[in-house]
């Protein structure tokens, strides 16, 4: 079983619409979670970090569900500046990060 | 934000050469740098974690001496990829952590560099 899971993808929403993604991780002790984004033939950029409870930030919203072990996002209102590979990146512990392959998001006008 | 730079952004090279691209964390101390290696539509795998001034801790299956980690200061690592080979061509991506306040609990990524190897 893969440290970190994502589905691939492709999501293909119209603008405005409402599209979550999730994210499963093997390791229990993990400890830190983010949400990065790619776009294509660029670096990962930090999107937000996940917290215990739960955290906003404008359209995104991000969970952590410890006892199932998975995080989500959330994007609403998608804009078409939304469209890049959205990577789930978990810290068991330390400084590695394991990344997750990336869920890819297309949204169309 | 912080900034990491990475030189050079791409390049070509003959195959049994050797090429060496420079991170760099611009406008912080970076005690960790960790170099990734990314194909296409797959995920970033670390190769390598680098600590200034001790030797790199190298993922399983990654070989040190192909990969060659120098962290010789806190605002420069260097990976060399040694007798390069068609098969070593990828989007080589260093991150840094930095050594007091935000920075510390934050990887910067550099803007990467693609190797093509002919």
């Known amino acids: 079983r893969k440290e970190v899971e994502q589905d691939p993808g492709p999501f293909n929403v119209p603008e405005g619409a409402t599209v979550a993604f999730n994210c499963t991780y093997s390791n229990s002790a993990s400890q830190s979670f983010f949400w990065y984004r790619q776009d294509c033939r660029k670096e990962p950029k930090l999107l937000m970090s996940v917290y215990s409870s739960g955290n906003e930030d404008g359209r995104f919203t991000a969970q952590l569900n410890r006892a199932s072990q998975y995080i989500s996002l959330l994007i609403r209102d998608s804009k078409l500046s939304d469209s890049a590979t959205y990577l789930c990146?978990?810290?068991?512990?330390?400084?590695?990060?394991?990344f997750g392959a990336g869920t890819r998001l297309f949204v169309k006008a | 934000g912080a900034v990491v730079s990475q030189h050079p952004s791409w390049v070509i090279c003959k195959s049994g050469t050797s090429v060496k691209i420079e991170c760099r964390s611009l406008d912080f101390q970076a005690t960790t740098m960790f170099w990734y290696r990314q194909f296409p539509k797959q995920s970033l795998m670390l190769m390598a974690t680098s600590n200034e001034g001790s030797k790199a801790t190298y993922e399983q299956g990654v070989e040190k001496d192909k990969f060659l980690i120098n962290h010789a200061s806190l605002t420069l690592s260097t990976l060399t990829v040694t007798s390069a080979h068609p098969e070593d061509s990828s989007f080589y991506i260093c991150s840094a952590r930095g050594t007091s306040g935000a920075s510390t609990d934050t990887q910067y990524f550099g803007p990467g560099t693609r190797l093509t190897v002919l």
């Open positions: 990146v978990v810290r068991p512990g330390g400084f590695k990060t394991i």
